[in-house]
């Protein structure tokens, strides 16, 4: 059984850039959570994709966005990067919405 | 508002100490709560916590529910360097997925340093 992963590791991006990190979930799991950790804060919840539909979005601008595909790996989309995006994201993975969460290594995003 | 506070946020003690993690939460719905350890990324799971007074227990580790006073304390004994971490307290509000803070909902942490 793989377990989640997440790509990139880490990546500087300058401010006003766009952004696009990915996830692929755990064998058999058809839900995606990305959180935004910054540092020195617990995760927060950016959005859920189930079934490659968005299943609940929290307080987040519209220019962070997803995808989820038909394999039920999933994408995060950010543009015109702030200083303040710059955070740790993490993936989680669930076999349904509501489901136990299972994290990925996250991606460390620096904008500068 | 859903929330969930954790305390202290960072703590210092040498090996051979123990020590107790508090999380107390107000939430709308509640499923069960959830510790994690959080070493460098991901956090990776400790324990899941659905009912009152019932401890749970990993090694040197335990953990307890209170429902009636709305929090859970987690307990490591005869600390190890390797226990150095940030201890993650969520409350999962299970039916509530899709809303606006999704199904987790995080406290800040709790940063635990164990020196030799």
């Known amino acids: 059984e793989t377990g989640v992963t997440q790509s990139p590791t880490h990546l500087i991006k300058t401010r006003g850039q766009q952004v696009t990190l990915r996830c692929s979930s755990q064998?058999?799991?058809?839900?995606v959570s990305w959180y935004q950790q910054a540092l020195g804060q617990g995760p927060q919840f950016i959005f859920q994709?189930?079934?490659?539909?968005?299943?609940g979005r929290g307080n987040f601008p519209p220019r962070f966005s997803g995808l989820q595909f038909p394999n039920y790996s999933s994408e995060l989309n950010v543009n015109a990067l702030e200083l303040d995006d710059s955070a740790l994201y993490l993936c989680?993975?669930?076999?349904?919405?509501?489901?136990?969460?299972?994290f990925g290594p996250g991606t460390r995003l620096t904008v500068t | 508002e859903d929330k969930v506070v954790q305390s202290p946020l960072s703590l210092v003690v040498h090996e051979g100490d123990t020590v107790t993690l508090n999380c107390s939460y107000e939430?709308?719905?509640?499923?069960?709560l959830l510790w994690y350890k959080q070493e460098k990324k991901a956090p990776t799971f400790l324990f899941m916590l659905?009912?009152?007074?019932i401890e749970k227990k990993s090694g040197r580790l335990s953990s307890i529910l209170d429902k009636k006073e709305l929090s859970s304390i987690l307990n490591i004994t005869a600390t190890q360097t390797g226990d150095s971490a940030i201890y993650l307290c969520?409350?999962?509000?299970?039916?509530?997925?899709?809303?606006?803070?999704?199904?987790?909902?995080f406290g800040k942490g709790t940063k635990l340093s164990v020196k030799p």
């Open positions: 969520a409350v999962d509000l299970g039916l509530n997925y899709g809303g606006s803070q999704g199904n987790l909902i």
């Open positions: 989680a993975s669930s076999l349904m919405p509501g489901g136990e969460q299972y």
């Open positions: 064998s058999g799991h058809n839900t």
């Open positions: 659905t009912s009152s007074g």
């Open positions: 994709y189930y079934r490659e539909e968005e299943n």
């Open positions: 939430v709308t719905n509640f499923r069960s």
